[in-house]
T-cell receptor
Framework: DTGVSQNPRHKITKRGQNVTFRCDPISEHNRLYWYRQTLGQGPEFLTYFQNEAQLEKSRLLSDRFSAERPKGSFSTLEIQRTEQGDSAMYLC????????????FGEGSRLTVL | AQSVAQPEDQVNVAEGNPLTVKCTYSVSGNPYLFWYVQYPNRGLQFLLKYITGDNLVKGSYGFEAEFNKSQTSFHLKKPSALVSDSALYFCAVSYKNYGGSQGNLIFGKGTKLSVKP
């Protein structure tokens, strides 16, 4: 099963450190999304790419957050100078454009900032 | 602003009974509506969607949902619940943005469904 893959699955870091998450989408999918989910809440949209172009960013995505999808395949989400409020599950999803809303999600990367 | 509300944090149902998980939405223009399910330690899985056409939409695992434009609702239903349906259910809405392409998905807070034997 070549679904959406996210690494690492868990990351514990100290406040102020930088962390990077990687997402490998389903290979034929040209859209890639990042969401953040905290306990008791639904996923919150962060950003999405169509191929290598970042088409939309949420206001939630502060300047400490940056996402890339350099070759239109895998993507990275970097958080600089982490804060305790960044602790959450970071979800990646992919889709084909034109298949309205049917996203395929990975299992997520859980970040704990101490 | 676009939003989704799931008024129930938890729904408890006995196995074999019908279940309903409620969702209401607020979006300008025509909505695209979705249900996703999240099992423990698993990623979110697509269940069904309403884009246009028939108000009753059928999806995976025997689930269906009814789009009601006047009540701005999209409730998830199943005629006979199974213990294995116990999971977290999320309603989501999308819309066409000004460019004509689909905007991102906005999720509700989720409803925990518990089906007891």
């Amino acid at each position: 099963d070549t679904g959406v893959s996210q690494n690492p699955r868990h990351k514990i870091t100290k406040r102020g450190q930088n962390v990077t998450f990687r997402c490998d989408p389903i290979s034929e999918h040209n859209r890639l999304y990042w969401y953040r989910q905290t306990l008791g809440q639904g996923p919150e949209f962060l950003t999405y790419f169509q191929n290598e172009a970042q088409l939309e960013k949420s206001r939630l995505l502060s300047d400490r957050f940056s996402a890339e999808r350099p070759k239109g395949s895998f993507s990275t989400l970097e958080i600089q100078r982490t804060e305790q409020g960044d602790s959450a599950m970071y979800l990646c999803a992919s889709s084909l454009s034109g298949i309205s809303g049917e996203l395929f999600f990975g299992e997520g990367s859980r970040l704990t900032v101490l | 602003a676009q939003s989704v509300a799931q008024p129930e944090d938890q729904v408890n149902v006995a196995e074999g009974n019908p279940l309903t998980v409620k969702c209401t939405y607020s979006v300008s223009g025509n909505p695209y509506l979705f249900w996703y399910v999240q099992y423990p330690n698993r990623g979110l899985q697509f269940l069904l969607k309403y884009i246009t056409g028939d108000n009753l939409v059928k999806g995976s695992y025997g689930f269906e949902a009814e789009f009601n434009k006047s009540q701005t609702s999209f409730h998830l239903k199943k005629p006979s619940a199974l213990v294995s349906d116990s999971a977290l259910y999320f309603c989501a809405v999308s819309y066409k943005n000004y460019g004509g392409s689909q905007g991102n998905l906005i999720f509700g807070k989720g409803t925990k469904l518990s089906v007891k034997p």
